[in-house]
């Protein structure tokens, strides 16, 4: 994935400026490709929700942009833990659209053998920490782990993922300080989609710049763009080289926007006023996919091009329906199987 030219933003603290890079096509088509690809995979299970998927359902539709510029910008050893609105990330981290249907299916064949369902995903091989349910619990989790590449003196980092309810969560202060503390490389990232549940964030703080709560760790921190994969990808850039170089955590807070509820429950009477469809009208004209789309073309890649990523998703997304539908439920004498590990770093063999 070359990048043509770059710009690089000041990062002291206050809200990054705008960003406008020229890459090369190859890079769009690389992030087009990835946000394509989630998007039908979550519309596929929204088509098969109560039929096939059944319990918690968060999706990702509106937020792929933030999975496509950290794929670009991310080494692929890095680790990722996030939140249960996660299988755009668990996608973008090398779960096959297979293995992920599979899991929502509840079937043997999925990324975690059907016990997980649309929270749990996990991914061992490239160190996808999943999926966690316990709004905030990631954030210690992601601290821990790294924690660990700095004990092991690799140069690898963790991106701990969170929403902004859970920015709330007092497990945020007492990690962000440890991490400063100690200089650890992990990127602190607030998907801020603008609602907790059904709760906005003017409602549930004084504070609504969530990037702002850095500032008492003296921690480096931004307001990103979060419907654009350039500047996704600029951010966490600038992030990841300030890590790599010894410097400690990074704080990012990505301004989103959920098309869909909460979950599959969610009626959204918060957004059915007309100042609610107003937001989601305003939203849709920034769709990530919609204006990629439109750069793509202005840049020079053809229609002919972005069909053909579009076709490749369709027939993706239908082999994924298909494989999970075949595939066998778990056998309840494995219930017991997967409940623990035993982790095989260096330190714990001395």
């Not at 098969?48 to 792929?64: A, K, L, N, S, T």
């Not at 299916?105 to 990324?111: E, K, L, Y």
């Not at 500032?215 to 307001?223: D, G, K, Y």
Request: net charge negative; hydrophobic share 40%; glycine share 10%.
């Amino acid at each position: 994935m070359e990048v043509v030219a770059t710009k690089k933003a000041t990062t002291s603290g206050a809200k990054s400026a705008k960003i406008a890079p020229q890459y090369s096509p190859e890079m769009y088509k690389e992030w087009y490709t990835l946000m394509y690809r989630i998007r039908r995979f979550e519309e596929r299970v929204l088509e098969f929700y109560g039929e096939y998927v059944r319990g918690f359902c968060h999706v990702y539709i509106g937020q792929e942009a933030i999975a496509a510029g950290m794929k670009s910008a991310l080494d692929p050893m890095d680790g990722v833990v996030t939140a249960y609105r996660q299988h755009g990330i668990g996608i973008m981290k090398g779960i096959s659209a297979r293995e992920a249907m599979a899991e929502l299916f509840g079937r043997a064949t999925g990324i975690v053998k059907g016990k997980g369902g649309s929270m749990h995903f996990f991914n061992a091989r490239e160190k996808y920490f999943g999926g966690n349910g316990i709004v905030g619990a990631q954030i210690g989790i992601g601290t821990g782990i790294a924690f660990a590449e700095k004990y092991k003196g690799t140069n690898l980092l963790c991106v701990t993922m969170f929403g902004d309810g859970a920015a709330r969560q007092g497990i945020l202060y007492e990690a962000g300080n440890m991490a400063m503390t100690w200089k650890l490389p992990v990127i602190y990232v607030c998907e801020n989609n603008g609602y907790a549940m059904g709760t906005s964030v003017a409602r549930t703080s004084n504070v609504r710049d969530i990037y702002q709560v850095a500032e008492a760790f003296n921690m480096p921190a931004e307001q990103v763009d979060g419907m654009n994969p350039e500047a996704v990808h600029e951010a966490f850039t600038r992030a990841a080289e300030h890590m790599r170089a010894g410097n400690g955590p990074y704080f990012l807070e990505i301004k989103t926007y959920r098309y869909k509820g909460h979950s599959v429950s969610d009626p959204e009477k918060y957004r059915k006023d007309e100042k609610g469809r107003a937001e989601v009208a305003y939203y849709k004209t920034i769709d990530p996919l919609k204006t990629t789309r439109a750069k793509m073309l202005e840049i020079g890649v053809s229609e002919e091009e972005i069909k053909a990523i579009e076709d490749a998703a369709e027939v993706e997304m239908q082999d994924a329906v298909d494989f999970a539908k075949a595939s066998p439920f778990p056998d309840p004498a494995d219930l017991y199987e997967d409940n623990y590990v035993q982790a095989d770093y260096p330190f714990m063999k001395d």
